[in-house]
């Protein structure tokens, strides 16, 4: 069993309320627009982190995390990318990655929107956390947490913060 907290969009941001919302996961992923290489390690140093970049991290961020990860953590097969749509819209090279590594959880960032959707057609669970950061489109700052379980997804859980800065 394993705790996830997922996150993205932080856009340099990672302050006490996304801290105490991890505090008991196990790991962090961060689905892109990170912001910085020096956030990313910040967040590493909380919490080990796995992390793709979006397209506003710089080449720093870009030489470290990769743009796309697939892997396989608690018998679930996980593609995780910065841009990548949702079920029935989905980016043609996630749609590509989507059919080659049948992924049973799909995370993707960028549109700065929760979003938690089953896809049956390609039988996974989707996930966008939101926007986690101070910048972009969003109204209100989102991140997830959730358990994998031995080939199951479950207790996942929605924080929301106003978009605003403080602890």
């Given at each position: 069993?394993?705790?996830?907290?997922?996150?993205s969009?932080?856009?340099?941001?990672?302050?006490?309320?996304?801290?105490?919302?991890?505090?008991?996961?196990?790991?962090?992923?961060?689905?892109?627009?990170?912001?910085?290489?020096?956030?990313?390690?910040?967040?590493?140093?909380?919490?080990?982190?796995?992390?793709?970049?979006?397209?506003?991290?710089?080449?720093?961020?870009?030489?470290?995390?990769?743009?796309?990860?697939?892997?396989?953590?608690?018998?679930?097969?996980?593609?995780?990318?910065?841009?990548?749509?949702?079920?029935?819209?989905?980016?043609?090279?996630?749609?590509?990655?989507?059919?080659?590594?049948?992924?049973?959880?799909?995370?993707?960032?960028?549109?700065?929107?929760?979003?938690?959707?089953?896809?049956?057609?390609?039988?996974?669970?989707?996930?966008?956390?939101?926007?986690?950061?101070?910048?972009g489109?969003?109204?209100?700052?989102?991140?997830?947490?959730?358990?994998?379980?031995?080939?199951?997804?479950?207790?996942?859980?929605?924080?929301?913060w106003?978009k605003?800065?403080?602890?």
């Amino acid at each position: 069993m394993k705790k996830i907290g997922l996150l993205s969009d932080t856009h340099y941001h990672f302050d006490d309320k996304l801290r105490r919302f991890f505090a008991d996961v196990d790991e962090l992923w961060h689905a892109g627009d990170i912001g910085s290489l020096e956030l990313a390690d910040e967040i590493a140093a909380f919490k080990p982190l796995r992390a793709v970049s979006g397209n506003c991290d710089d080449f720093h961020v870009r030489t470290i995390h990769p743009e796309m990860q697939c892997f396989t953590e608690e018998r679930i097969v996980v593609l995780m990318m910065h841009i990548g749509g949702y079920p029935g819209n989905y980016a043609p090279e996630a749609r590509r990655l989507i059919e080659m590594h049948r992924p049973k959880l799909f995370i993707s960032g960028h549109s700065h929107i929760l979003k938690v959707m089953n896809d049956r057609h390609y039988d996974l669970l989707h996930i966008n956390p939101g926007g986690a950061g101070l910048r972009g489109i969003h109204v209100v700052r989102t991140a997830v947490r959730f358990v994998l379980d031995n080939g199951n997804i479950r207790d996942l859980e929605v924080g929301e913060w106003a978009k605003k800065t403080g602890g």
